[in-house]
């Protein structure tokens, strides 16, 4: 079945609304699904947090079945690893401004 689309695309964030951000995306190819890694953003403008700060999502993750229909998951690194400098980032960013790496797969035998 053939559909058609527009972009930008809206992926399903649950509670959370729509992912209207997923800037310098990074999409990989899984067993079974695709997989979206954003750089640290947002999700839309109403993901603020209680004192209605805007919340910077560490990566970002979605997942889709057909590359059409996206679905926010959670963050690929909600925390930072034990391996990540205090304040890490590139200038004056801290560990919350973070881009996604360049994801890859493999197949070893």
Do not use: H, K
Not at 40 to 58: C, K, M, Q, T, W
Not at 71 to 77: K, N, S
Not at 86 to 102: H, N, V
């Amino acid at each position: 079945m053939n559909r058609t689309y527009e972009n930008p695309l809206a992926p399903d964030a649950g509670n959370e609304g729509t992912v209207d951000s997923c800037a310098d995306p990074a999409v990989v190819r899984g067993p079974s699904r695709w997989f979206m890694y954003c750089t640290s953003d947002p999700l839309n403008d109403e993901d603020v947090d209680a004192e209605g700060n805007l919340i910077l999502r560490p990566i970002p993750m979605l997942v889709s079945r057909n590359l059409i229909d996206w679905r926010y998951v959670g963050d690929a690194l909600p925390e930072p690893p034990s391996w990540a400098a205090d304040g890490a980032g590139c200038g004056p960013r801290t560990w919350s401004t973070r881009w996604p790496p360049s994801a890859t797969t493999s197949r070893s035998r």
